[in-house]
Antibody, heavy 120, light 110 residues
Framework: QVQLQESGPGLVRPSQTLSLTCTVS??????????WNWIRQPAGKGLEWLGRIYSSGTSNYNPSLESRVTLSVDTSNNQFSLRLISVTDADTAVYYCARGPFGLAAFDVWGHGTMVAVSS | QSDLAQPASVSGSPGQSITISCTGTSSDVGAYNYVSWYQQHPGKAPKLMIS???NRPSGVSDRFSGSKSGNTASLTISGLQAEDEADYYC??????????FGGGTKLTVL
């Protein structure tokens, strides 16, 4: 059974860079059957899709965040990562990684989420 | 890009049916049959309930069903049960190869 686990700092200073990693177990990112996504949720608010990446490194981003977001993939360690630059308190949220199968057009497996606070 | 429009809250009594709407544009909901619905209980990750407008993943109760007309998709829950009380989000793929979510609907089972 595939599982996703987010990891990274729980606190980031304003104007600095937020970096998170999602480790995939039970399936190989290199299998090429999925897109790998990042989605976030500020406390008490809705979900926001940040971007997705394929095992080849091909990626798509939320147009409203594209200038600040970069996704990368490490197939040897079965991980993919999120980098968000120039953070402000508006970036404080629970960050989820999620799997998107080809041919399903949905997010079928989610990590538990990790809380990241932006504060000085 | 704008969120898809969902009612902030809906409610129903056990055994009743409710419908949650999700309104987008011709660039997202109306463009493809790529609308999905997620259930989220407090403190938990979202769970996929419906994919591609009408498809139920294995293990999801057949009390959950989806539909779409034009730029508006809908989630119907029949035979409401206490455990259905949660937040529900719709999502759609867009013409810009990105995903957009609705603002979420809080379902209260009275």
């Amino acid at each position: 059974q595939v599982q996703l686990q987010e990891s990274g700092p729980g606190l980031v200073r304003p104007s600095q860079t937020l970096s998170l990693t999602c480790t995939v177990s039970g399936d190989a990112i290199s299998s090429g059957n999925y897109y790998w996504n990042w989605i976030r949720q500020p406390a008490g608010k809705g979900l926001e899709w940040l971007g997705r990446i394929y095992s080849s490194g091909t990626s798509n981003y939320n147009p409203s965040l594209e200038s600040r977001v970069t996704l990368s993939v490490d197939t040897s360690n079965n991980q993919f990562s999120l980098r968000l630059i120039s953070v402000t308190d508006a970036d404080t949220a629970v960050y989820y990684c999620a799997r998107g199968p080809f041919g399903l057009a949905a997010f079928d497996v989610w990590g538990h989420g990790t809380m990241v606070a932006v504060s000085s | 890009q704008s969120d898809l429009a969902q009612p902030a809250s809906v409610s129903g009594s056990p055994g009743q049916s409710i419908t949650i709407s999700c309104t987008g544009t011709s660039s997202d909901v109306g463009a493809y049959n790529y609308v999905s619905w997620y259930q989220q209980h407090p403190g938990k990750a979202p769970k996929l309930m419906i994919s591609e407008v009408t498809n139920r993943p294995s293990g999801v109760s057949d009390r959950f069903s989806g539909s779409k007309s034009g730029n508006t998709a809908s989630l119907t829950i029949s035979g409401l049960q206490a455990e259905d009380e949660a937040d529900y989000y719709c999502s759609s793929f867009t013409r810009s190869s990105s995903w957009v979510f609705g603002g979420g609907t809080k379902l209260t089972v009275l």
